[in-house]
């Protein structure tokens, strides 16, 4: 396994302006269905057995992504809680007609550089990703080129150092293989995306965690724009 937090991912560079460690995003948090939690709960058990190869997410990090958004918007402004705010209603709009999406999460497997479980199904969750970059981008916000096809995943763990030791190599190998069978029975677990959250992430490099302020809730299924729709 490798550090996750390796120099290609860092938001910025060491010594950076510290505002940019703080970037936008749109969130699918799972912190109001307890099967989850409770899932991802017995991922940790496993992966505090390992903490000098991977550092668990704790519950509160817990999310899937769905979309980052640029530093500026289209206009060159600073995307800030104010700016998120105001994109909301036009997300609100896209998403309200889109029915709540019903999920399926595991099983649990050890990446390159991180712990992750997977989102099902995928035709579905594309769908899903592709609606709310049109709420973002008829809010006026800046997005990275659309993905192919999108990967939904829930992080459980990072990756704490690169295993380049044959000690550290054989302890992320038993890792792996605990994780993928250490969840039997009950690998996988169902739950319903029927919200997204506007938020500003915070990558935390020290610490191998991200962690997030909720700015706006948005949701799916409404059949109505949000009451404050500038859009009329």
């Known amino acids: 396994?490798?550090?996750?937090?390796?120099?290609?991912?860092?938001?910025?560079?060491?010594?950076?302006?510290?505002?940019d460690r703080v970037r936008p995003h749109v969130l699918w948090l799972p912190h109001g269905q307890p099967p989850v939690l409770d899932y991802f709960a017995r991922m940790r058990k496993i992966l505090a057995g390992y903490p000098d190869v991977i550092t668990p997410v704790v519950e509160a990090d817990l999310h899937?992504?769905?979309?980052?958004?640029?530093y500026?918007?289209?206009?060159?402004?600073?995307?800030?809680?104010q700016r998120l705010q105001e994109a909301a209603p036009y997300l609100q709009r896209e998403l309200g007609a889109l029915a709540p999406v019903e999920i399926e999460i595991g099983p649990p497997r050890a990446s390159a550089s991180a712990a992750v479980a997977d989102v099902w199904p995928e035709l579905g969750l594309h769908e899903f990703y592709l609606h709310v970059r049109v709420g973002l981008l008829t809010a006026g916000l800046k997005l990275p080129p659309t993905d192919p096809f999108f990967w939904g995943h829930v992080s459980g763990g990072y990756?704490?150092?690169s295993t380049d030791t044959p000690e550290l190599a054989a302890?992320?190998?038993r890792l792996a293989s605990e994780l993928g069978r250490g969840l039997r029975p009950g690998s996988r677990v169902w739950a319903t995306i029927a919200s997204v959250w506007l938020v500003l992430e915070r990558q935390d490099p020290v610490a191998n965690r991200y962690t997030f302020t909720r700015v706006c809730e948005v949701h799916l299924g409404t059949g109505a724009p949000a009451s404050a729709d500038p859009l009329g």
């Open 1 to 19: 396994m490798r550090r996750f937090m390796s120099e290609g991912r860092l938001w910025v560079p060491e010594g950076g302006p510290e505002e």
């Open 159 to 161: 990756g704490l150092q």
């Open 72 to 81: 500026v918007d289209s206009g060159g402004r600073r995307v800030d809680e």
């Open 171 to 173: 302890r992320s190998d």
């Open 64 to 70: 899937m992504t769905a979309q980052k958004i640029e």
